[in-house]
């Protein structure tokens, strides 16, 4: 299948490591330059030059918090610098805690918040010109199954990913009159380097193996009975960016195992 994206350009967002390094690699496979951004400068730009040297594209790999507004704005300015713009955004960085109502400050939720929902709503808002001058594109915003299905030692986690599903259906509506799609795909079970940190760190002093808890979590939760691989999901984000997706705007697509207990 020619998903027809050679030579277009994807900024991800949180494209060093896990699902957003796979998504990277899946773009830059079919001849997409990227630009990609971390927290950590040195793993963002040595996983850059990896992929620039493995597929034959161009990669720029910048430090950016994209909770700071001027890190925002200094990002897209040099993507923009170094493309002319973009065609495609995935907002992909994120992550989750356990916590409880009763013990969560303010402070907790309001990062969870700039993280999950105003990243993506401020590299929207100063990306879309340059986008739609460009002929259009996408935006794709990597939720999660628990926007819809909570787990509920991680709240903050659900509540601002739900919000981030609902931010995307909402700009999805306004933002194809600019030639851009918007969708959200939500993830179920996906083995990253993290999954294995704290895996390691809750069997460190037990019988049980990081690997026999992992397989325990991903049987009881997924009829499919196992985590995905990070690069067994990233396919689905190039597919859905691609113009063989034309008539996909605003949905929310499950890449879960089975594991969500509804229809939706
Ligand atoms: P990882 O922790 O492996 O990777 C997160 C990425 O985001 C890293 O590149 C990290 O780099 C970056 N990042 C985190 N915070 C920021 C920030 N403030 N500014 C810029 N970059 C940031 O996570 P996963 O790959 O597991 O998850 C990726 C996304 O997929 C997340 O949004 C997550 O919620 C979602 N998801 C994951 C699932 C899973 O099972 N793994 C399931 C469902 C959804 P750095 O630390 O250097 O900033």
Redesign the pocket.
Known sequence: MDLRMKDKVALI??????????VAEAFAREGVHLAL?????A??QTEGRRIAEAHGVEVLALR?????PA?VGRLCDAVEETFGGIDVLV??????SAETFVDAPDEKWQSYW???VM?AVRLARRLQPGMTARGGGAIIH?????ATQPLYYEPI?NVT?AALAMMSKCMAHEFIGYGIRVNTI??????????VKTAKTLTADGPTTWQEHLDTIAREATPIGR??T?EEVAPFFVFLASPLASYCVGSSYYVDGGWLRVVN
């Open positions: 967002t949180g494209g060093s490591v896990g699902i957003g390094l796979a951004c971390a927290r950590d400068e793993r963002v950016a918090d994209v909770t700071e890190d907002n992909n960085a994120g992550t989750g700039d993280l999950h990243a990597n939720a999660s199954i628990c986690y990913k939500n993830l179920g079970l996906v083995l990253t380097p993290d999954w985590f995905a990070p």
